[in-house]
């Protein structure tokens, strides 16, 4: 089992920056890849970002390429997703997500609303 607690979300306004991060804990030697996913009122969710096991590895999805930066410290057991110049269209509650296996694990979720 893998435990995931996400915290820094918040309210920003546009332009602005936050930093997420995403505490693992219990059998975190066995987690592989990590992303950071989000829900936006009335949408589905939508992976953000992935990183590898080793964090040398990332993707993004396109309409936060260039703004967000995926990583992880993995003696610190922790990813964090830095995102900067945002945007109203990425308010959402946002959640980390671990693969373990085949399992996934998923955090409480995190929100964040850009807004002036």
């Known amino acids: 089992q893998v435990q995931l607690v996400e915290s820094g979300g918040g309210l920003v306004q546009p332009g602005g920056s936050l930093r997420l991060s995403c505490a693992a804990s219990g059998s975190i030697f066995n987690i592989n890849h990590m992303g950071w996913y989000r829900r936006a009122p009335g949408k589905q969710r939508e992976l953000v970002a992935v990183i590898s096991t080793s964090g040398e590895s990332t993707n993004y999805l396109d309409s936060v390429k260039g703004r967000f930066t995926i990583s992880r410290d993995n003696a610190k057991n922790t990813m964090y997703l830095q995102m900067n110049s945002l945007k109203p269209e990425d308010t959402a509650v946002y959640y980390c997500?671990?693969?373990?296996?085949?399992?996934?694990?998923w955090g409480q979720g995190t929100q964040v609303t850009v807004s002036s």
């Open positions: 997500n671990a693969a373990v296996g085949a399992s996934r694990y």
